[in-house]
């Protein structure tokens, strides 16, 4: 499928870089990249220490990429678990280790206030103002890789520790990325964190 993609790729534009005092949500109509849009200090780790003992969604995936498409048509997303947020950043630091890739997703940000208080993002909150619906955390185990999709709202993304890499595809190549309805299912995992192999459930529903 990536052959259909590769003549437009290398002719899609860098974004361009904006600095914040410049910015207008309300009329962009294009990605770019925004410049000091994180106060100016530094995030320490130490910040995951706070609220530690809240419990958070950790996902679980035996291949370095999620949710698996499979020839057959079926979709079938990460194992989940419940964990401590402690035990989730502990568990984070040593599961490429494990044959097994782990991360946290769209973890509303106030059920963490504690550490949310200790993030550098006002300028992006006062930036994003009335527009913004859900502010969400996503920690990974720094080696997964999201499967071609599409969001169903706009995006702000601060990169506050790490590197990620994003590929944004033009609404020309719609047709070619093979979007169809797929049965759906979900890894199992083990009775603990990276305890044996994963397994799939039966089908919960169709996704496209």
């Known amino acids: 499928m990536t052959s259909a993609w590769r003549p437009e790729l290398l002719s899609l534009p860098s974004c361009s870089t904006l600095p914040?005092?410049?910015?207008?949500?309300?009329?962009?109509?294009?990605?770019?990249?925004?410049?000091?849009?994180?106060?100016?200090?530094?995030?320490?780790?130490?910040?995951?220490?706070?609220?530690?003992?809240?419990?958070?969604?950790?996902?679980?995936?035996?291949?370095?990429?999620?949710?698996?498409?499979?020839?057959?048509?079926?979709?079938?997303?990460?194992?989940?678990?419940?964990v401590s947020f402690s035990n989730a950043i502990a568990h984070l630091r040593t599961c490429r280790q494990q044959e097994r890739h782990s991360y946290l997703r769209t973890w509303a940000l106030d059920s963490l206030p504690k550490f949310a208080a200790s993030l550098p993002i006002a300028p992006a909150l006062r930036l994003a103002g009335p527009l913004l619906q859900q502010a969400n955390l996503w920690l990974g185990d720094g080696g997964l890789h999201s499967a071609v999709h599409f969001d169903d709202r706009d995006n702000l993304m601060l990169q506050l520790s790490g590197s990620k890499e994003v590929l944004l595809l033009p609404p020309t190549l719609l047709e070619r990325l093979g979007y169809e309805p797929r049965e759906e299912r979900r890894f199992k995992s083990g009775p603990s964190l990276a305890a044996g192999p994963l397994s799939t459930t039966s089908p919960t529903g169709r996704t496209p």
Do not use: H, Y
């Not at 962009?28 to 106060?39: H, Q």
């Not at 950790?58 to 498409?69: D, F, I, M, V």
């Open 20 to 82: 914040i005092s410049t910015v207008n949500l309300d009329i962009a109509t294009s990605p770019f990249l925004i410049s000091d849009v994180l106060e100016n200090k530094s995030f320490s780790t130490d910040a995951f220490s706070k609220d530690g003992k809240r419990k958070v969604a950790l996902s679980e995936n035996p291949l370095p990429w999620a949710p698996l498409k499979w020839a057959n048509k079926t979709l079938v997303r990460p194992a989940e678990r419940n």
